[in-house]
């Protein structure tokens, strides 16, 4: 299950740095909203997913509440999955 959750940790953040450096500046500075259509939905889905294999890897991992908010913050930081996955997935 780690696996899994490395893997959709590593495209959420990627997905999410798209969205926010390329598609939103697209949008707000040349009215072109179609990189935001085309990201937006898989970010979306990736991000839902984060939350979910967080929980459920939670007991696995033997988080404590503490580790699992920075794990949860880590989804809405630009590179805190790439941190997440560096302090708390890649070597345990």
């Known amino acids: 299950m780690k696996k899994i959750f490395r893997f959709i940790s590593f495209f959420e ?51 404590s509440f503490k580790t699992m908010v920075i794990v949860l913050l880590g989804s809405v930081i630009p590179f805190g999955t790439f941190y997440i996955d560096k302090e708390y997935l890649r070597n345990s």
Not at 18 to 35: D, S, T
């Open 13 to 63: 953040g990627v997905s999410y740095l798209l969205l926010l450096f390329i598609a939103v500046p697209i949008k707000y500075y040349f009215g072109y909203e179609l990189y935001v259509k085309i990201l937006g939905m898989p970010h979306g889905i990736l991000f839902i997913s984060y939350v979910f294999f967080s929980f459920l890897l939670k007991k696995q991992m033997n988080w």
